[in-house]
């Protein structure tokens, strides 16, 4: 397969892509994607990305775009896609995620229609695709207006909510959640999540190897890492050297009267039951050490307070209970969505 076609299906057309480089945007997320298109097509043997920032600073790290390119070809192998076939980027070409899209429509010869991503996907109902690629949010609107125009969906950005997972049960479309990162050029395993077999455990794709660390942390191994795992902070399961599910991140991991905690597990009991964004914190404590906090994106009243202390009390074991509930009117977030604890 050829990375770096002269010409790329865009819309049902076929567009040169010499005539894209020279285009001018009329939009800002117009603009993104044919400024990564400039990028992909420069004389360079990288692309420039940034990781998101949701576990420390932001920074800028070079991938080699045969790196890059062979990330593409798995996805296209896994979802089985096939010169022509319609996919739909609606994501912010500045992330990797985004960026992938584009390049799964050269290397692919795909049809690819690029949307502005805070689009309500009214065009659905018109339209429909082999394959898209979304954040969370995104999937609650198609949700609202139907999605049964989309063959394969792309969940990614943050872990899936089980909230959605559930209304996900009810769509024809085959949902997929990813795991994924910046360094690895997009995501490495994928679940399924709905269907006769959704699934509770990450599978690997082809050429993958998964391992733990001492800490228990995943491990990754794949061709254009070299001979070195990719260390990452997420405690994860290991059921085989290619299936996995994660149980949180070892930086998360919160110790109150000597238990250690991981706050996505918490997080995991509540989140049926909770309406508002939250997320388990903590604060400094002269006894524990750290206390439990739960802390809720809502206006505070002594209703909503009444709730979450049932729903915690009917949820959790005696020692994970938050010592204190709190209401902020936003929780603190990245460009991409992420919370950031």
């Given at each position: ?6 010409h ?5 057309q076929?567009?040169?892509i010499?005539?894209l480089?020279?285009k001018?945007a ?6 993104e994607w044919?400024d ?7 004389p ?18 070079r ?8 990330s ?24 990797i ?5 584009v390049?799964?429509?050269?290397v ?6 690029v949307v502005?991503?805070?689009?309500d996907?009214?065009?659905l109902?018109?339209?429909s695709?082999?394959?898209?690629a979304m954040?969370?949010?995104q ?5 609202e207006n ?5 063959e ?7 872990a ?14 085959a949902?997929?959640s ?11 395993a994928?679940?399924?999540l709905?269907?006769n077999?959704?699934d ?6 082809d050429?993958?190897?998964?391992s ?11 061709p254009g890492l070299g ?5 990452t902070?997420d405690?994860?399961e290991?059921?085989d ?10 930086d998360?991991v ?11 597990q918490l997080e995991?009991?509540?989140e049926?039951h909770i ?5 388990i914190?903590?604060?400094?404590h002269e006894?524990l ?16 307070m009444?709730e979450?202390t049932?729903?915690c009390?009917q949820?959790?074991d005696?020692?994970?209970r ?5 209401f ?14």
């Amino acid at each position: 397969m050829n990375p770096f076609p002269n010409h790329i299906k865009l819309n049902g057309q076929q567009t040169a892509i010499a005539d894209l480089l020279q285009k001018a945007a009329q939009t800002k997320w117009e603009k993104e994607w044919l400024d990564f298109l400039a990028e992909w097509y420069a004389p360079t043997d990288f692309i420039e990305v940034n990781t998101s920032g949701s576990t420390g600073t932001p920074k800028t790290i070079r991938l080699t775009k045969k790196f890059v390119a062979a990330s593409a070809s798995r996805t296209l192998r896994f979802f089985n896609l096939k010169k022509n076939d319609r996919i739909l980027h609606a994501l912010p070409t500045r992330y990797i995620a985004g960026k992938l899209m584009v390049v799964r429509a050269l290397v692919g010869q795909l049809d690819l229609t690029v949307v502005d991503p805070a689009t309500d996907f009214q065009f659905l109902n018109q339209k429909s695709f082999k394959f898209a690629a979304m954040v969370t949010n995104q999937v609650y609107k198609i949700l609202e207006n139907g999605i049964a125009n989309l063959e394969f969906l792309l969940i990614g950005g943050s872990a899936v909510p089980q909230a959605l997972a559930d209304k996900l049960q009810a769509v024809s479309t085959a949902c997929y959640s990813s795991y994924a990162m910046t360094e690895t050029a997009t995501h490495i395993a994928l679940r399924k999540l709905n269907g006769n077999k959704p699934d509770e455990f990450y599978h690997a794709l082809d050429g993958i190897e998964l391992s733990l660390s001492d800490a228990g942390c995943l491990q990754i191994q794949m061709p254009g890492l070299g001979s070195e795992f990719l260390k990452t902070t997420d405690l994860a399961e290991l059921i085989d050297h290619r299936t996995f599910r994660i149980l949180g991140r070892a930086d998360h991991v919160i110790i109150s009267g000597g238990i250690k905690f991981l706050p996505e597990q918490l997080e995991k009991k509540l989140e049926p039951h909770i309406q508002f964004p939250f997320l388990i914190t903590s604060r400094p404590h002269e006894k524990l050490g750290q206390q439990l906090v739960l802390l809720v994106e809502a206006s505070e009243s002594p209703a909503k307070m009444e709730e979450l202390t049932a729903i915690c009390l009917q949820q959790l074991d005696k020692f994970e209970r938050p010592r204190e509930i709190e209401f902020i009117k936003k929780l603190p977030r990245t460009d991409n969505g992420k919370i950031l604890r």
